[in-house]
């Protein structure tokens, strides 16, 4: 298990752009995918290849291709808005979906929906979320995909708070976990300081 903080300067750069709390949905959007697709390239570097069969205007050759079969995972909602970051990379990944909220009193996660891949035991999945905060709903949304069968996860996300790394390491050692930034803590709401507020209403635009 290890926690890999992109401490690249485009992934930082865009990270600021998504923090300013007057960047508008677009933008927010747009960055936000542009933030995962960057991850997304960091987080596959040790994705198996295999031989195939190609042929160029000039010979037949062998070459490299993807050898594994991989599933995206949003923990929705805000995880919709990281979908297309991984799949303008890995346009063969299936995705499944968790719906999960977290309780804004209790701070306990609270499931709603789910629909996961046909064999998604042999995947490799991405499991994908913008915030992690206490770590309550990635902790669940681990939890679901091992009883799945699901043995090979890696959690992206895009900030994070140290108290809810340490409570997923803590119950998850072998999940892998890339994460943009790691930020200062959680204030007396559990949300993210400094942080970028709520992500699912700045993707959506719902308040
Ligand atoms: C946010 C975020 C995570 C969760 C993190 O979702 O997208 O899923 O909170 O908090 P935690 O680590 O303390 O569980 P939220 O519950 O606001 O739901 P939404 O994506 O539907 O807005
Ligand atoms: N969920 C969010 O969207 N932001 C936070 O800071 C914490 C939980």
């Known amino acids: 298990m290890s926690v890999i903080e992109i401490n690249h300067p485009l992934v930082q750069h865009k990270l600021t752009l998504l923090r300013n709390k007057d960047a508008e949905t677009k ?3 747009e960055t936000l995918t542009e933030i995962t697709g960057l991850m997304t390239y960091e987080a596959t570097k040790d994705f198996k290849l295999k031989d195939v069969e190609v042929e160029t205007p000039i010979m037949k050759t062998t070459a490299k291709a993807l050898a594994e079969k991989v599933a995206v995972v949003p923990i929705l909602r805000a ?3 990281m979908v297309e970051g991984v799949t303008t990379f890995i346009p063969t990944a299936k995705i499944g979906h968790i719906g999960v909220y977290r309780n804004e009193e209790t701070l306990e996660p609270v499931y709603y929906y789910c629909k996961l891949p046909e064999n998604i035991a042999e995947m490799k999945v991405l ?3 913008p915030m992690l905060a206490t770590g309550g709903s990635a902790i669940y ?3 679901y995909l091992k009883e799945a069968g699901v043995k090979d996860i890696t959690f992206m996300c895009i900030i994070a708070a140290p108290e809810g790394i340490a409570k ?5 050692p072998d999940v892998d976990i890339f994460v943009g930034k790691i930020d200062q803590g959680l204030d007396e709401n559990s949300y993210i300081y400094p942080g970028l507020g709520d992500c699912g209403d700045r993707i959506f635009g719902t308040k």
């Open 27 to 29: 933008l927010f959007r």
């Open 79 to 81: 995880g919709l808005g």
């Open 127 to 129: 499991l994908v979320d």
């Open 141 to 143: 949304s681990i939890d």
């Open 168 to 172: 997923v390491i803590e119950k998850h």
